[in-house]
């Protein structure tokens, strides 16, 4: 078996465990995602090293809805609580895709030097990132918003192998989870604070953006701040899928790095 599912405070993960990690990888799926998007990870080289941890956040994958647990700040805490158990002790790694990067953010800031890195992969930045969690900002009914958007990618997924995998996550997804995810993304946009916040990370971490799929306000908005980044250029907005190979490569590279920089 690739992986070792599991069931944690109501939570479904995908984990695979390394009596010898140098570290505990938390992996955070975007909106309306779940532990699928990262299912490659356990066919990766970072098996060697480390201990893998994908959830389905509640309301996503096979997780069920948790109504006090499914904004950000719900989603924040309820990570908090799984790594408190199941990573004490222990390094810890995240990386976080789209809006989950926002995730991985705040948890960063609330473990402080227990998290020794943290690994963007097209995470939230700038009101622009929002461009498909925000869109429940224009719906009242949690349902109406629901049945365009799963409109809108299934129309996607009929050209695109890509969203053919998103769709299979969506269509898991509560309704709930979606509108409750996607006014935090839009209140985030109002605020502007995510980008900052990520800035202000005290740990190492990196941005792995694509020309392609990043838009143009994030793109300035990494120049500006001079975040440490890396750019990919065979690829859309989910390397981890489109390719895993190089997206995990890079993954590994990183925090590989991490730790010889904390060894000097």
Same mark, same amino acid.
């Given at each position: ?18 009596? =010898? ?26 098996? +060697? ?23 950000? +700040? ?9 790594? %408190? ?5 222990? $390094? ?19 473990? /402080? ?9 097209? /995470? %939230?930045?700038?009101?622009?990132? /929002? ?16 049945? !365009? ?16 995998? !998103? ?21 985030? /946009? ?6 900052? +916040? ?30 440490? =980044? ?21 993954? %590994?590279?990183?925090? $590989? =790095?991490?730790?010889?920089? %904390?060894?000097?």
């Amino acid at each position: 078996m690739t992986y070792e599912p599991m069931v944690q405070e109501g939570v479904f993960l995908r984990t695979r465990k390394n009596n =010898n990690s140098l570290a505990h990888i938390w992996f955070l799926h975007g909106f309306g995602e779940s532990s699928l998007s990262f299912k490659e990870v356990f066919f990766s080289e970072l098996v +060697e090293s480390y201990s893998l941890f994908v959830p389905d956040l509640p309301g996503f994958g096979v997780s069920p809805p948790q109504p006090e647990r499914m904004s950000l +700040e719900g989603a924040t805490e309820v990570i908090l609580s799984l790594i %408190n158990v199941l990573s004490r002790n222990k $390094a810890v790694l995240l990386v976080g895709h789209s809006f989950g990067s926002v995730v991985a953010t705040q948890v960063a800031r609330k473990l /402080g030097e227990t998290v020794k890195g943290v690994f963007s992969i097209e /995470g %939230n930045l700038t009101r622009s990132d /929002g461009y498909f969690s925000a869109q429940a900002a224009g719906f009242q009914q949690a349902d109406a918003f629901y049945r !365009y958007f799963l409109d809108l990618i299934y129309k996607r997924a009929e050209k695109s192998e890509v969203h053919q995998r !998103y769709l299979a996550s969506v269509r898991f997804a509560s309704p709930e989870a979606m509108m409750a995810w996607g006014r935090s993304s839009a209140l985030l /946009g109002d605020s502007g604070r995510h980008g900052l +916040e990520f800035v202000s990370l005290t740990c190492q971490k990196t941005y792995y953006w694509s020309m392609e799929s990043t838009p143009k306000e994030t793109q300035d908005f990494i120049v500006k701040y001079n975040i440490p =980044n890396r750019q990919y250029t065979d690829a859309g907005h989910w390397p981890m899928i489109e390719t895993p190979d190089k997206c995990y490569s890079a993954i %590994n590279r990183f925090f $590989a =790095n991490v730790f010889a920089q %904390n060894a000097t």
